[in-house]
């Protein structure tokens, strides 16, 4: 059974870095397509950052050059470190996947999700 599971979330002041976890477990597809969204209160789910089974990566626009994605295949876990965090970076944070996606699409289908770890930075 697959299972994602985030961690690392937690509050920080402005311009303060956090990073991320996230380990799929019961999922050994070498070729998965990993995805970081976020969902704000009274707001929709976006998508963070994605990287595709061959490692090429997308970033939303809001978080190119301050957030990174790290993939360690030997632990089946990806990273996210933020850094230069913002007020509105303050969201429940998930962990997606999907069996492939051939682009670093945000907006490809994922079949699994994780159940969220809260990110909340104050100014």
């Known amino acids: 059974q697959v299972q994602l599971t985030e961690s690392g979330g937690g509050s920080v002041q402005v311009g303060g870095s956090l990073r991320l976890s996230c380990v799929a477990s019961g999922y050994s597809n070498e070729r998965k397509c990993l995805a970081w969204f976020r969902q704000a209160p009274g707001k929709e789910r976006e998508g963070v950052a994605i990287i595709t089974g061959y490692d090429t990566i997308g970033y939303a626009d809001s978080v190119k050059g301050r957030f990174t994605l790290v993939r360690d295949r030997v632990k089946n876990t990806l990273h996210l470190e933020m850094s230069s965090l913002k007020p509105e970076d303050t969201a429940m944070y998930y962990c997606?996947?999907?069996?492939?996606?051939?682009?670093?699409?945000?907006?490809?289908?994922?079949?699994?999700w994780g159940p969220g770890t809260q990110v909340t930075v104050s100014s």
């Open positions: 997606a996947a999907a069996p492939w996606c051939d682009r670093p699409d945000l907006s490809s289908t994922f079949s699994y």
